[in-house]
DNA sequence: CTGTGTCAATACGGTTGCGTATTGTCATCC
DNA sequence: GGATGACAATACGCAACCGTATTGACACAG
């Protein structure tokens, strides 16, 4: 019967401050440890991998202490998507929405989104995942926001709306794209070593030099040679 | 969620089976029809799909019949993936390897790759479940052999090595890319009505005008709007 | 010291899927 | 018309997970 419901509920009128985790380092799991292991789990393995008892062996307990934080599996796999869409989204928002040249923005947005290999992986990884009915809203939530970041950002440029689609869904099949066959065969990817000119050629692709904004040749985001995954 | 029509209830139907005598058309099943319906449900579900009891159910047998095809579940998924293969294989040879100029041929190849939803979306499919190890040497071997035939294809084309092998992963990733995330999120692909120009774009970002071979302008090959996946 | 809240371990029952064993049903061959 | 070969059904045992129940360990508050 010792439910995990929220037992603060009567009058919080005093902040006992000292009751819960500051004492505590890392000796304890909590809901985000869990959420954690399930997104390196998914990285891994899939959304398959998402289960209780093997993520409890990794954590280092059993299962009996899961249940402690999570009602079902569900609600582990639900937390992890979560935390992902979440950290996706203020991503974007924090880092790219600020820069008022679309030109500039979309340059720096697509060396940054291949710079990143660890969120490209676990995007694959979740993207491959597509056909587990739980993970489709998250995927479509957080795939229609960058979609519409970008339309905008080629429309501004000066692009009808038809240009401006095919060029976001471009751009974003070539990062998807490419980060599939980097965590299928990566012995085929690893061969380009010069992972920034490969940006630099998908950004010269879709900007080209004639339609307006700054002419910020090339040395232009504080990203040097980003490439090798070696492990 | 098509239940199978399983004819056995309440009426004392006999079992309708094929009074052919001669040349056993296709009353029984045989392990093609299995490795079959393993490839629709890896393009459906995925490679874990692959499970023997839901086939078995799909196909309107039990599991029973399937051990006398096969020695164990394994053996299903290797038959399916090689008939994949082969068939990939097969397509690529046959069709462009006639094809002199280099440059016609991967134009071709491109339009030819992505008119081909069904296939695209099962390669989508196999690509999405490469962290199973069973499946990770078919998928390098039918990526490679693309990879090196794109690799060569623009090395005729007068490029370099470094050049051409970044064309070529470029390529390959804005296939895979696509139908990764068609299968994905159809929705946000499906508004992109006219493929032809897509790919168009594609085929002029990588191969401009002033290289060589001869220029054939534009309508090639029968391809219209080829887009939305309903299913 | 005792109570309570928090996390963890153990044990149990249920479901799903694998693989095996055994038996059944035809069609065909002799 | 029996034997055989090709397929299919049923029934088991086994393992991986899910979810529940119960109890244990331990920190801190009163």
Do not use: C
């Not at 990285?43 to 008892?53: H, S, T």
């Not at 059993?62 to 582990?76: E, M, N, P, Q, V």
């Not at 490419?178 to 299928?184: K, S």
Request: proline share 6%.
């Amino acid at each position: 019967m010792s439910k995990p419901s929220k037992p603060k509920g009567a009058a919080p009128i005093i902040k006992p401050k000292k009751s819960k985790p500051a004492p505590t380092p890392k000796a304890q799991l909590g809901p985000e440890d869990w959420a954690r292991a399930a997104l390196a789990a998914i990285q891994r393995d899939g959304v398959q991998a998402v289960a209780v008892e093997p993520l409890a062996k990794i954590l280092g307990v059993t299962k009996g202490s899961f249940y402690w934080h999570f009602t079902h599996r569900d609600a582990l796999l639900a937390a992890a998507l979560r935390l992902w869409e979440q950290e996706q989204s203020d991503d974007i928002v924090t880092r790219f929405q600020a820069i008022a040249d679309p030109r500039r923005r979309l340059r720096i947005m697509m060396f940054a989104a291949f710079e990143d290999q660890e969120n490209g992986l676990l995007h694959a990884a979740l993207a491959s995942s597509s056909e587990d009915e739980r993970v489709q809203p998250t995927l479509r939530r957080v795939t229609e926001t960058r979609m519409r970041f970008g339309i905008e950002s080629f429309r501004s440029l000066g692009l009808g709306d038809e240009e401006a689609l095919r060029r976001a869904l471009f751009t974003y099949s070539a990062y998807a794209g490419y980060f599939l066959l980097l965590r299928a065969i990566p012995e085929s990817v690893r061969d380009v070593s010069d992972l920034s000119a490969y940006v630099r050629y998908l950004a010269n692709a879709l900007l080209p030099e004639d339609l307006k904004g700054d002419h910020s040749p090339k040395s232009k985001p504080g990203l040097k040679s980003v490439a090798q995954s070696r492990k």
